[in-house]
């Protein structure tokens, strides 16, 4: 079965200690992302990579981190959380380059307080 | 710059009419199109998606959508709603990609449906 996997998928935090959300996928996808969900904001992107030693920034980078040193993972961190992170996160996984339209899968999400 | 647009924040549908939940595009060159659905507390969960030919897409849950390339619309649409259909719909568009070979996913910002039974 198509699973990606977060963790964790609650963390309450205090401002500046910093954390790492993790992200697995065993779909052996070349394609993983970040998004953050805020309320009237819809889904934005954080980073994203197209393959091993490949990110990007997406739409909101800010105070974000990532890595991808293995296709199956791709971890979140925040150096310095502050409480303009708190947010619903998911991380997501995808197969194929251009000129394919698949599709991308999505973790369970992982809610993230800093106070 | 690409954009999704889901211009109503909610919907609401009595169980067993019709129900659409509207998505407008931008994106240059041919969008690849997805609608997801979000129930509480669990991730997006793909519904269907457009990549070409019919514009008529069927999906998961009796759902379908159709793709109006002179309106730039992706509407979705179900002949009879349910009352566990009521959930956040986000529709998505993929861009055709850059030399380099990256590409983006666009969200809009959902539209939160409503069936009453």
């Known amino acids: 079965e198509a699973q990606v996997t977060q963790n964790p998928r609650y963390l309450i935090t205090v401002t500046g200690k910093k954390l790492t959300v993790t992200c697995s996928q065993n779909?052996?996808?070349?394609?993983m992302s970040w998004y953050r969900q805020d309320p009237g904001l819809g889904l934005r992107q954080i980073y994203y990579?197209?393959?091993?030693?490949?990110?990007d920034k997406g739409d909101v980078p800010e105070g974000y981190k990532v890595s991808r040193k293995e296709k199956r993972n791709f971890p979140l961190i925040l150096e310095s959380p502050s409480p303009n992170q708190t947010s619903l996160y998911f991380c997501a996984a995808g197969s194929g380059g251009l000129g394919s339209g698949n599709t991308i899968y999505f973790g369970e999400g992982s809610w993230l307080t800093v106070v | 710059a690409q954009s999704v647009a889901q211009p109503e924040d909610q919907v609401n549908v009595a169980e067993g009419n019709p129900l659409t939940v509207k998505c407008t595009y931008s994106v240059s060159g041919n969008p690849y199109l997805f609608w997801y659905v979000q129930y509480p507390n669990r991730g997006l969960q793909f519904l269907l998606k457009?990549?070409?030919?019919?514009?008529l897409v069927k999906g998961s849950y009796g759902f379908e959508a159709e793709f109006n390339k002179s309106q730039t619309s992706f509407h979705l649409k179900k002949p009879s709603a349910l009352v566990s259909d009521s959930a956040l719909y986000f529709c998505a568009v993929r861009d055709q990609g850059t030399t380099s070979g990256t590409y983006k996913y666009i969200f809009g910002t959902g539209t939160r449906l409503k069936v009453l039974a």
């Open positions: 779909m052996n996808h070349e394609y």
């Open positions: 990579s197209m393959n091993v030693e490949v990110t």
């Open positions: 457009y990549i070409t030919g019919d514009n």
